[in-house]
């Protein structure tokens, strides 16, 4: 019964953490790439060979359900995995989309034409590979008009956080803010394009001032999963949860208890 979550490292766990608490009954099988994270310095195609071959392996493991709970992966494999055809029952689904239909305060699956919505000016954090894609320009374009997006590709952040120095973080944070603010001084809204900035969700907070609205993805993607799952019941797939790491289990697994302050225990994948 388990659902499979993918990131390239420890970021998806705020997707995960925010599913656990709005499915409490459900179990999930969290993947982290975490030999090959970050990813946001790849190119698309290194980006999907390995979001592929993680993906493949939650499958493998029983899960019906692949949840990319990483924006890079979204932006730069998913639009291909699913046009390359999935086996027969399986589905992989993205983060973007319930971000975006928040953004635009849109109902789950609105697919009425672009109109006129709230915001206007919007800042977007991200890693290097999702801002060069344009995935999130693409994906809000379908859904609104006269949005005006800066993107701040945020270098050196996913590093830091899965170093888990925190202060080199927080001090890229600060830094990431000031540039973004030097091409758009007043956003409206700023969207943390990337599972692991909402672990440092009090800095770009801070930085950006309390007037501008911050978003970040765990319970929007967990309230779109809950929807998906009741419309869906034979996604749930079966085997049993867990964490698994293509990294250094112990060193994920400590990175990870302390991320989420309770006990995590990754096995290698
Ligand atoms: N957490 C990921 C994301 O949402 C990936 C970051 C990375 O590996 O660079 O984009």
Redesign the pocket.
């Known amino acids: 019964m388990a659902v499979g979550i993918f ?3 420890l ?2 766990l705020t997707v995960l953490n925010a599913a656990q608490t709005r499915l409490p009954e459900l179990d999930f099988l969290y993947f982290a790439d975490s030999a090959h ?5 790849r190119d698309a195609e290194d980006i999907y060979q390995l979001t592929r071959k993680a993906v493949n392996e939650l499958w493998g493991a029983g899960c019906n359900l692949v949840i990319l709970a ?3 992966a979204s932006a730069a494999a998913l639009r291909r995995m699913q046009e390359e055809g999935v086996p027969q029952g399986k589905r992989v689904l993205g983060v973007f989309v319930p971000l975006i239909e928040a953004l635009t305060e849109r109902q789950w699956g609105d697919n009425s034409p672009p109109r006129e919505v709230e915001v206007k000016h919007v800042a977007l954090f ?2 290097p ?2 801002v060069s894609s344009r995935a999130f320009q693409r994906e809000l374009a379908f859904r609104a008009i006269g949005v005006d997006v800066e993107a701040q590709a945020c270098g050196g952040v ?1 590093d830091a956080i899965e170093d888990g120095d925190m202060i080199l973080a927080e001090a890229l944070v600060r830094s990431h803010v000031d540039a973004l603010k030097r091409k758009m001084p007043e956003p409206q809204a700023a969207i943390l394009g ?3 900035y909402p672990l440092m969700e009090e800095a770009f907070q801070a930085a950006l001032g309390p007037e501008v609205k911050v978003y970040s993805q765990g319970d929007l993607v967990a309230e779109s999963l809950a929807d998906y799952l009741a419309r869906h019941p034979d996604m749930l797939g079966d085997g049993g949860g867990g964490y698994l790491t293509t990294g250094n289990p112990s060193s994920v697994s400590d990175r990870a208890t302390q991320f989420l302050r309770r006990q995590i225990s990754f096995q290698a994948a």
């Open positions: 990131d390239s490292g970021g998806g994270a970050p990813y946001g310095v990483c924006n890079t991200a890693t590979a999702t996913v990337c599972t692991h």
